[in-house]
C-alpha cells in the first residue's frame, strides 16, 4: 500500500468509504435521514476519525489545563495591580506654549495639573540653555576678534565666560573636547575649538527639585553625546529616564554602555511605544521598564483632541502604558479639552492616576513546564484526527518542529505558537456536522487561549520587548489544517485525479476568487498597523467603540456568523464548506487576540467574550434567512406557472 492510502486508519473498523462525498440536501428540502431515522450530517465534509487515543490525549490535554489555569490567575492578579498611570507632561514644550500666552511655566502648570497632570518630562540640559538663563556668554571667535583686533584672537573658535560666579565650573572636564583659558579684553574667556551651544550640560536641578516638590512625577531625558566623559554621572533623583533617538546613550560602546547601566541604579527606562532603541534591552535586563506611549507633535495636531485623547485611553487599558507622554496642542483650549477627555476615559476604564510602581512579571517555570505537556497532546490528537491519519501526523510533527524552529528552539515560546496553531482547528477537525459544533471548536479555543497564555506570558513578552512569533501564521495555518482534514479518506493519488477531472463552472471559479480576495483583505489589515487601510466611517466606528465598550475584533464578528451558517448546511454543496473555512478565521481570530501579552488578560478576554456573543447572535439569525432566501429563489414564480397554462 502507498504510504499515503489509509483507508482503515488505525483504531477504527474498516468500513467502506466513497470516493467522493455527496451533496448536502436542497435547503428547501426535507432533511434526510440517516440510519435508524437519525439526522444525516447538515455538511458534506468527510467525519473525523475516531482514533483509540483521542479521549487519552483529551484527558492529557485538560490534566495539563490545571498548571495553565493556575498561571492565568497569577497573572490576572499581576495586571489588576498595574492599573496606575502617569499623565507626564513634555515640560519644555509647555514652556513655550506658556510664553506665547503671556503665562510662566507653573501658572499653565498648575492648569494643567487641575485638569490631570500628574507629572513632567524634563530634557538635560544643553549649553545653550545656560546662555539662555544667563549663567553663561558664549560668542564667535569672529565677532570677539573684530572687536579685539590683536588679542590673540581665534575666529573659527568659539569662546565663553561666566556672567555668574561658578558658571564655568566643571564645564572644561566634563567634556573631551580641548579647551583653555584665555584672557581677551581683560575678562577670563575658555576658548572652544567648536560651538559647544549643543553640548549636554547635565540637569536642571533646581528646576527638578520644584517639580519634585509639587509631587509630579518626574521624567528626565538625557542627551547622548560622545564628547561627554561620564555620561549618567550627575542624573537627578528621579525615577524614570526616556531616552531620545532610536539608541539608548553608549549603545555603540560596550564599556560606556555598561557604564550607563551602573549609572541607571534604581531609575527604570522607558520602554517609548513604536521607538525601538537599541541597547535598551541590555538596562532592561535586570530592573525591568515602564511602557511609554506617546504621539508624534505633528500627527497630534492632524488627529484633534478627542480621538488623541481616545488613544491614550486606549494605550493605558489595553496596552500595559503606565507612562503617557502628553505634548500639548498649539492652544491651550484644544490641551485642556484633550486633557478633559483623557481624564474621563481613564477614570470610565477604572484606570488611576498617580505614581505607578513598575514590577516586572515573573510567571512560575514548573507550572509554565507542566502546561507544556497539552499543546504536544493537541497536536498529535489533531494528527490522529485526519481523514488519514498518517498524512495528519506527517503535518502535525512538521507543525511541530516549524513553530519550535522560528521560536529558535525555545520550548515555552514554541510550544505557544503550536497551541495557537492548533486549538482554532482541532475543533473543527473533530467534529464539524451540526450547528452545536460551534460551541465544541470555540471551547476548545479557548482551552488553546490558557495555553498560549501560560507559555507566551513572560516578562518580556508582558512588556512588549519580545513579540509572539508567527503571529500572522495564527490567521493561515489553522485554515490550512482544516482545509486538509476535509479530503476523502481515499489515496492522495485518487483524490488528485478526481480534482484535476472536476468540471469547474465559471461561477465557481467567481465564488473561489471571491474567497481568496477576502481572506487576503483579512490577513493584510492583521495587526495594529497594517497595508490595507481602513475608511474615515470604519475608524470612526472603530472610536466609538473602544471609548464606550472594549471593542470586538471584526474578523471574529464575520467569522463566527459564517462558521455557524456552514455548520447548519443551509447552502448546497461546497458552499457550506467554504463558510466552515471562513468561520475558521474567527476561531483563530480568539487566539490571535491573545497572543498580544502587553494586553491585560481580562482585557482580551472580554473582547473575545464580546465577540463570541454578537457573533452567536448574528449567526443564530442568519441560519433562517439564508434558508428563507435560499427558498424564495427556488420558488419565486412556480405559483404564478399553472395560471398562465389556463390563460394560454
Sequence with gaps: MSPVTDPHPPGSPPTHTPTHT????????????????????????????????????????????????VLAWQRVAFEQGEKTVALVMDYPAMAVQAQ?????????????????????????????????RGEVYVRRGADLAAENPGAGVDPQAAYMRALRPGGLDGLSGRYTIPTREVQIGGQTWLE??????????????????????????????????????????????????AFTGDEVIGARTPERLAQIDRAMGRRLPALIEGSEQRGLDTLIENRGAARMFALNPSWQNRLGPEEVASKYALAARERGH????????????????????????????????????????????????????????????????????????????GLGLGALALNGLDPFAGTALIAALTFPALGLVLRRSRVTDWFLATGLSLVGVLFVSALGANRESVLGLEPFRGVGLTLLVPLVLVGLSFLPRQDLRQTARDLYHAPIKLGDVA???????????????????????????????????????????????????????????????????????????????????????????????????????????????????????????????????????VRA
Design 22 to 69: 455527496p451533496s448536502a440536501p436542497h435547503p428547501a428540502l426535507p432533511a434526510q435521514r440517516g440510519a435508524g431515522g437519525t439526522p444525516a450530517p447538515a455538511t458534506p465534509a468527510p467525519p473525523a476519525t475516531r482514533h483509540r487515543l483521542t479521549w487519552p490525549l483529551l484527558s492529557l490535554t485538560l490534566l495539563s489545563l490545571i498548571p495553565a489555569l
Design 100 to 132: 506665547r500666552v503671556g503665562l510662566t511655566p507653573q501658572q499653565l502648570l498648575d492648569r494643567y495639573k487641575a485638569l490631570g497632570v500628574n507629572g513632567a518630562a524634563v530634557y538635560e540640559d544643553v549649553i545653550g540653555n545656560l546662555e539662555q
Design 192 to 241: 572652544w575649538p567648536t560651538d559647544p551651544s549643543f553640548l549636554p550640560a547635565g540637569p536642571n536641578e533646581a528646576l527638578i527639585a520644584s517639580l519634585k516638590a509639587q509631587g509630579l512625577v518626574t521624567l528626565y531625558r538625557p542627551y547622548d553625546d560622545v564628547a561627554v566623559r561620564a555620561p549618567g554621572a550627575d542624573w537627578p533623583d528621579v525615577p524614570f529616564v
Design 322 to 397: 503606565r507612562l503617557l507622554y502628553l505634548r500639548p496642542f498649539p492652544t491651550v483650549n484644544e490641551t485642556e479639552d484633550f486633557l478633559r477627555r483623557t481624564s474621563t476615559l481613564l477614570e470610565r476604564s477604572g484606570v488611576t492616576v498617580g505614581a505607578p510602581v513598575i514590577r516586572p512579571f515573573a510567571p512560575d517555570g514548573t507550572l509554565r513546564a507542566l502546561s507544556l505537556l497539552g499543546p504536544l497532546a493537541a497536536l498529535v490528537l489533531l494528527g490522529l484526527s485526519f481523514p488519514l491519519p498518517r498524512l495528519g501526523l506527517l503535518v502535525a510533527g
Design 511 to 645: 465564488v473561489m476568487g471571491l474567497g481568496l480576495a477576502v481572506f487576503a483583505l483579512v490577513f493584510l489589515r492583521r495587526g495594529n498597523t497594517s497595508s490595507v487601510g481602513v475608511s474615515s466611517t470604519e475608524a470612526q466606528l472603530r472610536q466609538d467603540l473602544q471609548d464606550t465598550i472594549i471593542r470586538p475584533r471584526f474578523k471574529e464578528l464575520a467569522g463566527h456568523p459564517l462558521a455557524l451558517v456552514g455548520l447548519s448546511g443551509a447552502l448546497p454543496g461546497y458552499f457550506s464548506l467554504m463558510l466552515i473555512l471562513g468561520g475558521v478565521i474567527g476561531q483563530a481570530s480568539i487566539l490571535n487576540t491573545f497572543s498580544h501579552f502587553h494586553t491585560p488578560l481580562l482585557i482580551s478576554a472580554a473582547r473575545c467574550f464580546i465577540g463570541l456573543g454578537v457573533g452567536l447572535l448574528l449567526g443564530l439569525i442568519a441560519i433562517p434567512v439564508v434558508r428563507w432566501l435560499l427558498r424564495l429563489w427556488t420558488t419565486w414564480g412556480s405559483r404564478r406557472a399553472p395560471t398562465a397554462e
